[in-house]
C-alpha cells in the first residue's frame, strides 16, 4: 500500500488497518498450522533437547542373552613380566557390547519343474507348477518389508526402489513394487471390513481430515474414530461426500470434529473438538484483552483435567462439575458441554489434537 492510499483512508479504517499490523502472527500452539511453519526465532527460544540438569542419567540394559561372548584375558603381568597361562581363575572386572546387523541379501529359491519318462507306459510325466509361482516371484517378507517402507515409513516408489537395492542389493521396478501392494491390500481387508461394520454402529464418532500428497497428486487423509475402532481413508476429496461414503448412511448420537463444513450434519449432535477451539481461545487471549477469551481458556482448561481423569472420578464429582458448567453457560459464553462428556469420555478426544 503506498503513501497515496494510506492518505485516503478515513481515520476508523486507519485505526483497523494498525490493529491488524499489531496482531500477533499464528502458529502451530494458535491455530491448525504445522509446528515447521513457526517461525525461526521462536524454535530458538524454546526449550533446548536432551536431558534437563539434575536428570539421572541411563545405561543401555545388557543382552540377557548375547550371541557370543568373548573373553579377553591378560597376557602377560605389568608388574614383573610374566606370561599368564591361559587355564588361571579370572573374573569378569566390566562387560561391554557390540551390536551391528548381520549383511542382509536377498535369498533366490529356484523351482525347476522336472520332467521324467514313465518306465512302465513310456508317458512323459510333468511335475505340476508350484503354488504361487505364477503370481510372483517375490515372497511374503519382501512384501512385508515393501508394505512397511511405503506406508509407515511414507517412502516414495522411487525412494523404495532405492532403498531396496541400497540396503539388500535387490532390483524391483516401480511396476513390481505396485503389484506387491495391491496383493498385500487384499490381506487387510477383512479387518478393515470389521472396523468399517463397529464404526458404523458407533454413537460417537470423531472425524478429522488433512491434506497429503499421493504419487504427486494432492488428497485427503480422512480419519474415523470411535470407541473400538479406527478407521484410515485417502480421498481425492475434502468434501462431504466422503464421510457419506464411509459412514453408509449410519447417523451417530454425536459428531466430533472442527468446525469444517463438511464436518456438519452428520449426527444428531455436533461436538466442536476442543482442541481445535483451545487454539482459537490461545489466539484470543495474545490478540486482544477481552476477558471472555481468558475465561474460556480457563474453563477449557477445567474440560481437559475433567476429560483427563474422567475413568477415575466418582460420578458424584462428574455431576457436580456438570452442573457447575452448565452454571457457567447460562451467563452467555462457552456453549453448554451436554456432549463433551460422551465424547472425551468415549472417543478419548479430551483436547487432543492427534485424536481430532
Not at 194 to 210: G, I, P
Not at 319 to 337: K, V
Request: charged share 25%; hydrophobic share 40%; glycine share 6%.
Amino acid at each position: 500500500m503506498s503513501r497515496s492510499d494510506l492518505e485516503r483512508l478515513s481515520k476508523d479504517e486507519l485505526i483497523e488497518l494498525v490493529l491488524k499490523l499489531q496482531r500477533p502472527g499464528k502458529t502451530s500452539r494458535t491455530s491448525s498450522k504445522p509446528p515447521s511453519t513457526d517461525r525461526k526465532e521462536q524454535r530458538e527460544q524454546s526449550k533446548p533437547g536432551g536431558a534437563k540438569p539434575g536428570h539421572e542419567g541411563h545405561n543401555r540394559v545388557l543382552a540377557g542373552a548375547p550371541d557370543r561372548i568373548v573373553d579377553h584375558r591378560p597376557v602377560c603381568c605389568p608388574d614383573c613380566g610374566l606370561v599368564l597361562p591361559p587355564n588361571l581363575p579370572a573374573e569378569a572386572v566390566s562387560v561391554s557390547e557390540t551390536i551391528d546387523l548381520p549383511p542382509v541379501k536377498p535369498v533366490v529359491e529356484q523351482h525347476r519343474r522336472l520332467a521324467v519318462r514313465c518306465p512302465a507306459c513310456q508317458a512323459r510325466v510333468v511335475a505340476p507348477r508350484p503354488a504361487g509361482a505364477a503370481a510372483t516371484p517375490f515372497g511374503p517378507r519382501l512384501h512385508a518389508t515393501a508394505v512397511y517402507l511405503k506406508t509407515f515409513q511414507a517412502l516414495s516408489y522411487e525412494r523404495l526402489q532405492a532403498a531396496l537395492s541400497d540396503l539388500f542389493g535387490l532390483t524391483v521396478s516401480q511396476g513390481g513394487l505396485m503389484n506387491m501392494l495391491r496383493r498385500a491390500e487384499a490381506r487387510f481387508a477383512v479387518r478393515r471390513e470389521a472396523a468399517l461394520s463397529v464404526l458404523r454402529r458407533a454413537e460417537v464418532v470423531a472425524c478429522d481430515e488433512t491434506g497429503v500428497r499421493i504419487e504427486g497428486s494432492n488428497s485427503y487423509h480422512w480419519v474415523f474414530r470411535c470407541e473400538d475402532a479406527v478407521v484410515h481413508h485417502a480421498a481425492p476429496t475434502r468434501a462431504a461426500s466422503v464421510v457419506h461414503e464411509i459412514m453408509a448412511g449410519h447417523r451417530p448420537a454425536v459428531w466430533l470434529s472442527d468446525r469444517y463444513s463438511a464436518q456438519q450434519g452428520h449426527a444428531d449432535r455436533q461436538q466442536t473438538c476442543l482442541a481445535h477451539l483451545a487454539r482459537d481461545v490461545a489466539y484470543a487471549v495474545e490478540a486482544g484483552d477481552d476477558p471472555v477469551a481468558f475465561r474460556l481458556k480457563l474453563w477449557l482448561g477445567s474440560a481437559f483435567a475433567l476429560a483427563k481423569g474422567i475413568g477415575s472420578l466418582a460420578t458424584s464429582t462428574i455431576t457436580a462439575s456438570a452442573a457447575r458448567w452448565s452454571g457457567l453457560s447460562t451467563r452467555s459464553w462457552p456453549p453448554r458441554p451436554s456432549a463433551i462428556w460422551r465424547a472425551t469420555s468415549r472417543t478419548g478426544c479430551g483436547g487432543r489434537a492427534t485424536s481430532c
